[in-house]
């Protein structure tokens, strides 16, 4: 079994900062990669950044220099520091770990923490 617990969201005025945490837990070897998706209501779930075992990073073009995500490999805890937050990024911020196993790779979500951006 694979646990992922978000934390962090809020609210937050345009402009304004936040972190977001995800802590992994349970039979978590052999990590591929750990990421973060949102989804606002009514679209659907986007990617929004992304970092694997290897260190390599991928972001959405529309929070690229604005957001970072790193990774505490002795907590197995991903992190998204959201700077210049727009209204728009209001959403539901999914965490995203993805396992290899057995040569398959398995995609494990978590329950979500809203972020709200107010204008």
């Known amino acids: 079994q694979v646990q992922l617990a978000e934390s962090g969201g809020g609210l937050v005025q345009a402009g304004g900062s936040l972190r977001l945490s995800c802590a992994a837990s349970?039979?978590?070897?052999?990590?591929?990669?750990m990421g973060w998706y949102r989804q606002a209501p009514g679209k659907q779930r986007e990617l929004v950044a992304t970092l694997t075992s290897g260190s390599s990073t991928d972001y959405a073009d529309s929070v690229k220099g604005r957001f970072t995500i790193s990774r505490d490999n002795a907590k197995n805890t991903v992190y998204l520091q959201m700077n210049s937050l727009k209204p728009e990024e209001t959403a539901v911020y999914y965490c995203?770990?993805?396992?290899?196993?057995?040569?398959?790779?398995?995609?494990?979500w978590g329950q979500g923490t809203q972020v709200t951006v107010s204008s």
């Open positions: 349970g039979s978590i070897s052999s990590i591929a990669v």
């Open positions: 995203h770990l993805d396992l290899l196993m057995r040569g398959l790779l398995h995609r494990y």
